[in-house]
């Protein structure tokens, strides 16, 4: 990859392009940094390999294309140019990439302007192996995630390297990752993401607790809520209280199915992260949303909470019929 041609004072002169300016206000994207940089494929083409395995009895992993060994060879050149740049891990996608870089002293051009460079070097590899209309490779700019807060940089690695089997499941079970609209409960319509199936369990028992519960109290009732899963009931509640949540966590961590009603929707291309994720791959999760997805941070009301809680009452009678 020439490299060179790329970093010339007419290539980098003047500002950034609107795409490439920095994300967060007043950070130094010349300084010592960990990063995880994440870049898509134009129109999310699965140009760059292929995800073998079913992720449960096979193994998942991504076997690069020709096009995905040059773009991974592009990305461990960078530090070739940029010796103040290492590259601690990456995880290549059929349709985007993913790297975590690590700036160990100051670097002489904006970040954006390494990342364009890296670009535009997977770009010749991208015309000269794929004949098709569109100019690039990639989408325009790139997102950046600063890694600086304890335990962060692991679970971005964790993240990332199990990208190939999160695909691998979602291939093979699509309804449970896929949200799913206009579900009907009763009077109530929800949005669904997880094993709609659930809603057809035997025994459904709706979880409610006062907040004014003890620590002892609350011990007790996960006690009896966890013995009902335990004789096959599903568990259903919004978890809003401190006895409600710790009744929805412990049967979380036994692996037991539950319903969890959300005041917040989902977006369109909404997806279950972290341990949800598996949780759906296993059947045992499903999350109910009966208004709009929004995207800024909103307290709950006391009226939403009083709906929620009725929700659930209405979707438990499911299983008393």
């Known amino acids: 990859m020439d490299w060179e041609r790329y970093k010339s004072k007419k290539k980098y002169a003047g500002d950034l392009k609107p795409s490439m300016k920095r994300r967060r206000v007043g950070h130094d994207y010349l300084a010592r940094c960990i990063y995880m940089i994440t870049l898509v494929v134009k129109g999310r083409r699965p140009l760059l390999g292929t995800v073998t395995g079913n992720g449960e009895n096979e193994p998942a992993n991504l076997q690069p294309s020709p096009l995905g060994q040059a773009v991974l060879q592009a990305l461990l050149d960078i530090p070739r140019f940029y010796p103040q740049i290492a590259i601690w891990t990456h995880q290549l996608m059929p349709d985007h990439l993913h790297a975590i870089i690590f700036v160990k002293e100051r670097i002489p051009v904006h970040l954006g302007k390494i990342i364009n460079g890296f670009k535009v070097s997977c770009n010749h590899a991208y015309k000269e192996l794929v004949k098709d209309d569109l100019p690039a490779l990639w989408e325009e700019g790139y997102n950046d995630m600063i890694l600086e807060r304890e335990g962060q940089l692991q ?48 025994w459904l028992v709706q979880v409610q607790c006062t907040r004014r519960l003890t620590p002892d109290q609350i011990h007790e009732t996960c006690h009896d809520f966890l013995s009902h899963a335990q004789n096959g009931a599903v568990l259903v509640s919004p978890s809003i209280s401190p006895g409600e949540k710790a009744v929805m966590r412990a049967a979380f961590e036994h692996g037991f199915p539950i319903i969890i009603l959300q005041e917040n929707g989902f977006a369109p291309l909404a997806k279950p992260g972290g341990r949800r994720f598996d949780a759906c791959a296993q059947g045992r999760l499903l999350m109910l949303a009966p208004w709009e997805h929004h995207s800024d941070r909103r307290l709950i009301s006391r009226s939403q909470c009083l709906d929620l809680n009725e929700m659930a009452r209405v979707i438990s009678l499911k299983g008393k019929g």
């Open 155 to 202: 679970r971005m690695k964790d993240y990332i390297h199990d990208n190939p089997r999160r695909l691998a499941i979602k291939r093979t079970h699509p309804d449970l990752f896929s949200v799913q609209r206009n579900i009907r409960v009763g009077d109530y319509t929800f949005a669904a993401l997880g094993n709609i199936f659930l809603l057809d369990a035997a």
